[in-house]
């Protein structure tokens, strides 16, 4: 009998800009210290991208360019570069535009997709159906967010968190059992009052008000949220693990959504996976927002086999949330 051909990830590419936000230096710009951010979130820098007229497509070019000489690929075998981000460019046109024109992807179509945190695997999710189609061979998703465009850095409880970052993996058809074997993605719009951009958009444009309430800046309300992170993004990742008869044996890896460690540590106990199975990078970079799993795949691509089972799971502003159940397809 003929395998399905499945949409795998054939490479990884990343990107974080050179300087580095530690929690020393947020301690002279907040009331806050090292001790309660790292207890509290895991993180203990951040990278933040600075300069004049550099946006989110700049950290999305430099991943794609790294996705792209990893695989050997040549820019015009690109069919399509979907780019997930919270933080485009321009509201118009989008950000996996320039990104395609940058790195010189003529002949792929491009678009953006917004699910904040959650955007890479729903990215992710949405590319693979293209490929098991069978009309697209080579697709590109990354995951870029310059989230110090829309941070407070006079606001304690979110401008510890957050960090810049871009990564990108690149999807082909695979026909050996390998690659993406399903997914759960999930929304709950009524989350909008509790993590939120409150202007700036076309329900309230911005204004001298807006700036001048500083509502072009991330608001959350920390602790619940916290909760239904906790919640959902765990529940999903055992939703998955039970539906596809998996063990926390036959699980090589967790790739988590990197908001904070504490929210990953209950996801990986609720799945009873734990030790050096669970994959955390948040410590260097923060929560970078789409970026956090493909920057987590890149940092860990060496660790990865062959037929290793990996779920990744996520929870983010909307609310959105998911899993998603992989098989890996390639030892680098
Ligand atoms: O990425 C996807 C979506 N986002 C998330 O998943 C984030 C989820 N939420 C969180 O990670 C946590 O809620 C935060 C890290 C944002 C905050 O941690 P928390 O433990 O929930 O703190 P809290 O907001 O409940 O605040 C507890 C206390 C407060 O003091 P009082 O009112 O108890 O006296 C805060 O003012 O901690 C205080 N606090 C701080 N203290 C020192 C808040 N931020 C800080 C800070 N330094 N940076």
């Given amino acids: 009998m003929l395998k399905k051909t499945r ?19 947020l301690e002279k710009m907040v ?22 007229g ?51 992807a003529k002949n792929a179509f491009s678009f953006d997709l917004q699910a904040a945190c959650s955007g890479f695997l729903y990215g992710l999710v949405t590319a693979q159906q293209f490929i098991e189609t069978g009309k697209y061979k080579k697709v590109i998703v990354v995951g870029a967010d310059k989230m110090s465009s829309i941070i407070d850095y006079t606001d304690r409880k979110t401008c510890i968190i957050f960090g810049d970052g871009a990564a990108a993996v690149m999807l ?15 929304t709950d719009g009524s989350g909008l009052p509790y993590l939120h951009l409150k202007a700036g958009g076309s329900r309230r444009p911005a204004s001298l008000e807006t700036i001048q309430n500083r509502e072009h800046y991330v608001f959350q309300e920390g602790a619940t949220v916290f909760k239904f992170a906790v919640t959902n993004m765990a529940g999903v990742a055992a939703e998955i693990m039970e539906r596809n008869n998996l063990t926390s044996d036959d699980v090589a890896y967790l790739v988590p959504h990197q908001a904070n460690k504490r929210i990953i540590d209950a996801t990986a106990e609720r799945m009873g996976v734990g030790g050096d199975k669970v994959l955390v990078n948040i ?17 860990f691509e060496k660790n990865f086999k062959k037929g290793d089972n990996i779920i990744l799971a ?15 397809a390639y030892n680098s």
């Fill in 172 to 186: 082909e058809p695979d026909d050996s059992g390998n690659g993406i074997q399903d997914s759960i993605l999930r």
């Fill in 314 to 328: 996520a929870f983010g502003g909307g609310f959105t949330w998911g899993s998603c159940y992989l098989k890996w």
């Fill in 7 to 25: 949409a795998a990830i054939t490479g990884v590419g990343g990107h974080v800009p050179d300087y580095i936000l530690t929690n020393k230096e």
């Fill in 283 to 299: 410590e260097k970079y923060g929560n970078t927002t789409a970026a956090t799993i493909p920057l987590v795949l890149w940092d």
């Fill in 54 to 104: 550099q946006g989110t497509s700049h950290m999305g070019e430099k991943a794609v360019r790294d996705l792209l000489r990893k695989t050997n690929t040549d820019p015009l075998e690109v069919d399509m570069i979907l780019c997930a981000t919270a933080t485009p460019d321009y509201i118009f046109p989008a950000t996996a535009n320039l990104i395609c024109d940058m790195v010189g």
């Fill in 31 to 52: 009331d806050t210290n090292d001790e309660w951010i790292t207890s509290r979130t895991g993180v203990k820098e951040r990278h933040i991208l600075k300069g004049e």
